[in-house]
């Protein structure tokens, strides 16, 4: 059992600070620059085919595709390659609520339940405790990655690895001396965030947020839905989208959107209880995620002006079990949505899960003001900039789940730390490129089917969908 409070001879905030300050001469903060693979590190298309197993098989050649377009996909889809690889890394053993797949497109902006705009991590599906190093190397891995295949000067990518980290450690000491309550109740507020910024970079993220606030069901309705013999059906547009016209499965579905109903707080069951289930439809998504049981449902109010669309996803083991403690939830969806919960600042008012006979599910909102960054669109300002926000979005995070002051004690005033993550993410870049080059030999020799045309399932008689 847990304990539900602090103990009485809890050390001070002084003490942790230098509990963390100590942590040093175990581990030096420049340790955290070396990166070699291990002896015997396994072939990296070998483990992401044995990642295959659980996934739909007709899904994995879109998997394999979209990883082959170019490093930075290929980083985004084989958290579970690097999750080995970061498991013989330095680590001071200060555990935090990890993201788990913390790289550059796990950030955006979304609508909190009050209808504001915030900043924030926005994929969980990895979520375990674990090193809060592994999050930062990831996205510092990432910014490289990402930078290189933009054709950022590479002064301009160690800059925005090493403003990405500094500002990870400047808001951990600025939350290691926040009142509980207010730690827990802050924010990376949107509008406030851009008064700070540079007119520049702030016309540049003030045309997303305007995008944001314009992604709504109502404005996705037709985008997604159609009128069709007097009925609102979900479009079928393969390979992306396919109705569900198999009536055992729309049953089945509609058992597991009964059964997450009710791990919702009495409120949102109401707020729910007031549209009816319309039409199902299975979505491709993502990069890593592709293979996995993934649906959307269609919920209307009192008609097609009153549109609502919520996404059912299929949760799996974290890749980081194989390294860390297995999950103290046995339903790895509700792993997902208790770590979101966690470390996010605000979650989704329909944020809920359950399971079926043998997969276990997550659902939320398909659109809620939300917006995924546009990394290709960036000028080196804005990129800059951005990875900024992903290191303040990540130490909120790692501070409302771990130990705050530990953390900045042992990272310091100085830019120690910072370099060394900056070394470090440079060479693992050099093992991303290394690992997508082996990806592309592999389809290159039939060793790994992709799909030309990313041609999804048909859903009409194929009942290991769910």
């Known amino acids: 059992m847990d304990q539900a409070f602090k103990a009485a001879d809890a050390p001070s905030l002084a003490e942790r600070f230098q509990q963390g300050k100590a942590l040093r001469k175990q581990v030096s903060r420049s340790s955290h620059a070396v990166w070699k693979p291990a002896e015997g590190r396994p072939d990296p298309i070998s483990v992401l085919q044995a990642s295959n197993s659980s996934r739909l098989p007709q899904l994995v050649p879109i998997r394999y595709s979209r990883m082959l377009l170019s490093p930075f996909a290929f980083l985004r889809g084989s958290a579970l390659i690097m999750a080995g690889d970061l498991a013989t890394t330095p680590s001071t053993g200060l555990n935090v609520q990890l993201c788990g797949d913390a790289h550059l497109s796990n950030f955006g902006i979304y609508a909190t339940p009050e209808r504001h705009l915030v900043f924030d991590i926005n994929d969980f599906d990895e979520t375990l405790p674990g090193p809060w190093e592994w999050d930062v190397k990831r996205l510092a891995a990432s910014i490289v990655v990402a930078g290189q295949a933009l054709g950022q000067a590479r002064a301009a990518v160690?800059?925005?690895?090493?403003r990405c980290v500094q500002t990870y450690r400047e808001r951990m000491w600025t939350y290691a001396y926040m009142r509980p309550l207010d730690l827990w109740y802050a924010q990376i507020s949107v509008a406030q965030t851009l008064r700070q910024m540079h007119p520049i970079v702030r016309r540049s993220l003030s045309r997303e947020l305007d995008k944001a606030r314009q992604r709504t069901a109502i404005q996705a309705f037709p985008k997604l839905a159609e009128q069709m013999h007097g009925q609102c059906i979900i479009k079928d547009e393969p390979p992306f989208t396919r109705r569900i016209v198999n009536p055992g499965l729309?049953?089945?579905l509609k058992e597991v959107m009964q059964?997450?109903?009710a791990t919702l707080p009495e409120d949102r069951r109401q707020l729910l209880r007031e549209y009816r289930l319309v039409d199902f439809a299975l979505k491709v998504v993502?990069?890593?995620s592709v293979g996995t049981r993934c649906y959307i449902a269609l919920l209307l109010g009192e008609d097609s002006t009153d549109p609502l669309f919520l996404q059912i996803k299929e949760a799996q083991a974290s890749v980081l079990e194989a390294y860390l403690k297995r999950s103290r939830y046995d339903n790895h969806a509700q792993r997902v949505v208790c770590g979101q919960q966690l470390i996010q600042?605000?979650?989704?008012?329909f944020l809920g899960w359950t399971s079926s006979s043998s997969h276990n599910f997550y659902v939320r909102q398909l659109r809620d003001m939300s917006r995924s960054p546009h990394l290709e669109?960036?000028?080196?300002?804005?990129?800059?900039?951005?990875?900024s926000l992903c290191g303040w979005a990540l130490a909120r995070a790692?501070?409302?789940s771990g130990d705050a002051a530990r953390i900045s004690g042992y990272l310091g005033k100085n830019d120690v730390f910072d370099q060394a993550i900056a070394i470090f993410a440079r060479k693992y870049a050099i093992q991303v490129e290394r690992d997508h080059a082996a990806l592309v030999k592999a389809v290159s020799a039939g060793r790994v089917a992709v799909s030309v045309n990313e041609e999804a399932p048909s859903t009409s008689s194929d009942s290991s969908l769910l």
């Open 158 to 162: 160690r800059r925005a690895v090493i």
């Open 250 to 252: 729309v049953s089945d």
């Open 259 to 261: 059964a997450y109903a």
């Open 286 to 288: 993502g990069v890593g």
């Open 345 to 349: 600042g605000a979650s989704d008012i």
């Open 377 to 387: 669109h960036m000028s080196t300002a804005d990129f800059i900039s951005y990875t």
């Open 398 to 400: 790692h501070a409302r």
